[in-house]
């Protein structure tokens, strides 16, 4: 009996990742979400309604690459993974100098690495079946420097060189890689005060899902191979 296939979203308790998951499964894709929060997990597939039938839920931690393999070998058990979506994703907004050794390890580990080990797992299967699509959630920071935000740049512009690299020797495979580059996004990302106050400029994760999913759809011999997203009224202050 055939696999079903679907959509691996990882960063999928809260957010980006999170709206993505919810766009996916409302247009009756198999869905499978991770993130470090088993409970965060469980509460989407509740929050989702009917359409969370279609979400299962597999807690992991991108930044472990032995964790990350022990994931997708559970999801390939029963599914077979034909789009991978990385959003995982965390910062620390800090100036360079007050940064831990701790703080730059986790980001550069969930954000750059933690995409590298998830992609690793997926591309034997695309490559096999001669398909498949990732898309990488990155950032403007790949496009404009911000301050507070150097190991965050750092992991986003590793990210942004590996996918480019990636997209051009998977290109034979049919395989298509697509960045998504959004600016200023009202996620918990952000403090609590930031979002009082300038939650209105913000751009909502809903809007980028639609956007993601639409590119996901497309048919024929062509891909958006990046898509830069901004608030109307420009990058925040």
């Known amino acids: 009996m055939a696999k079903k296939d679907g959509i691996w979203i990882t960063g999928a308790s809260s957010g ?85 050794a701790n703080e730059i390890n986790d980001i550069i580990n969930t954000n750059l690495l933690g995409a590298i080990y998830s992609t690793k797992t997926v591309l034997p299967t695309f490559i096999k079946n001669e398909s498949g699509t990732i898309f990488n959630i990155l950032s403007v920071v790949v496009n404009k420097t911000f301050t507070r935000s150097s190991v965050y740049a750092a992991s986003k512009m590793g990210l942004l060189g590996y996918s480019n690299s990636l997209r051009e020797e998977v290109r034979k495979h049919n395989i298509r890689v697509i960045n998504i580059i959004p600016g200023a996004t009202e996620t918990s990302m952000w403090a609590q005060e930031i979002r009082k106050e300038k939650g209105e400029r913000m751009m909502n994760p809903e809007s980028l899902a639609r956007i993601i999913v639409s590119a996901y759809l497309q048919k024929d011999n062509l891909v958006t191979e990046e898509i830069v997203l901004r608030p109307v009224t420009g990058d925040l202050d």
Do not use: M, W
């Not at 409302?26 to 039938?53: H, M, T, Y």
């Not at 990350?68 to 994703?89: M, P, R, Y």
């Open 16 to 100: 980006i990742g999170k709206a993505i998951a919810l766009e996916f499964a409302k247009i009756g894709c198999n869905v499978f979400v991770s993130a470090r929060r088993a409970q965060e997990l469980e509460r989407l597939k509740d929050e989702a309604g009917k359409p969370g039938d279609n979400i299962y839920t597999f807690p992991c931690n991108v930044a472990s690459s032995t964790n990350v393999d022990q994931t997708f070998k559970k999801i390939n058990n029963d599914f077979e993974v034909h789009c991978l979506i990385n959003s995982a994703g965390i910062t620390s907004f800090k100036h360079a100098a007050d940064n831990s």
